[in-house]
T-cell receptor, first 112, second 115 residues
Framework: SQELEQSPQSLIVQEGKNLTINCTSS?????LYWYKQKYGEGLIFLMMLQKGGEEKSHEKITAKLDEKKQQSSLHITASQPSHAGIYLCGAALGGSQGNLIFGKGTKLSVKP | KAGVTQTPRYLIKTRGQQVTLSCSPISGHRSVSWYQQTPGQGLQFLFE???????NKGNFPGRFSGRQFSNSRSEMNVSTLELGDSALYLC??????????????FGPGTRLTVL
């Protein structure tokens, strides 16, 4: 079974709408990373969360790590076409920051 | 500060050949990790190098190998290429310090096509 489950797998939203992407693990998360990827390109670092209850924001994107450190959510406020892409969560389940396990990704499309 | 760079960006090889990919981490970063991304399997960890030593290894056959130089630059090699090795190979760098204290930054990737 997948160690990191992302939901939904894909999302189509109207420009200006809010959305949430979830990342759930069956194990405790030691460092949860959110990345954005344009098709066929490298990953763009968004945020890293380490402590249970931690919340970080960058522009219109907010990420949280729940208290039990087994789930994270990524929330985008007032979505724009520039937010479109694939969002990936990665986690250091193995205990090493250099060995990340990734979810399958959430493909986001924003309709103008 | 320059980001993670990878060369070449695109590569076409035939089955049975070998290939070497290069990664230059962010200046000051000592940890370099390699990942393979395919549509079917997603992003999978290959290996991590820290201070010229392999620190972690993923579940890939021995045809996949790597090394890190004293300046932290890293190379990965794939021998006896198979069609299934066609993928986007991504390199990531971080400071490599204690767990939970480092952000990991990715390069643009090398797109390998095996014919």
């Amino acid at each position: 079974s997948q160690e990191l489950e992302q939901s939904p797998q894909s999302l189509i939203v109207q420009e200006g709408k809010n959305l949430t992407i979830n990342c759930t693990s069956s194990k405790t998360l030691y460092g949860l990373y959110w990345y954005k990827q344009k098709y066929g390109e490298g990953l763009i670092f968004l945020m890293m969360l380490q402590k249970g209850g931690e919340e970080k924001s960058h522009e219109k994107i907010t990420a949280k790590l729940d208290e039990k450190k087994q789930q994270s959510s990524l929330h985008i406020t007032a979505s724009q076409p520039s937010h479109a892409g694939i969002y990936l969560c990665g986690a250091a389940l193995g205990g090493s920051q250099g060995n990340l396990i990734f979810g399958k990704g959430t493909k986001l499309s924003v309709k103008p | 500060k320059a980001g993670v760079t990878q060369t070449p960006r695109y590569l076409i090889k035939t089955r049975g050949q070998q290939v070497t990919l290069s990664c230059s981490p962010i200046s000051g970063h000592r940890s370099v990790s390699w990942y393979q991304q395919t549509p079917g399997q997603g992003l999978q960890f290959l290996f991590e190098y820290f201070s010229e030593t392999q620190r972690n290894k993923g579940n890939f056959p021995g045809r996949f190998s790597g090394r890190q130089f004293s300046n932290s630059r890293s190379e990965m090699n794939v021998s006896t290429l198979e069609l299934g090795d066609s993928a986007l190979y991504l390199c990531a760098s971080s400071g490599g310090l204690a767990l939970g204290s480092n952000e990991q930054f990715f390069g643009p990737g090398t797109r390998l096509t095996v014919l």
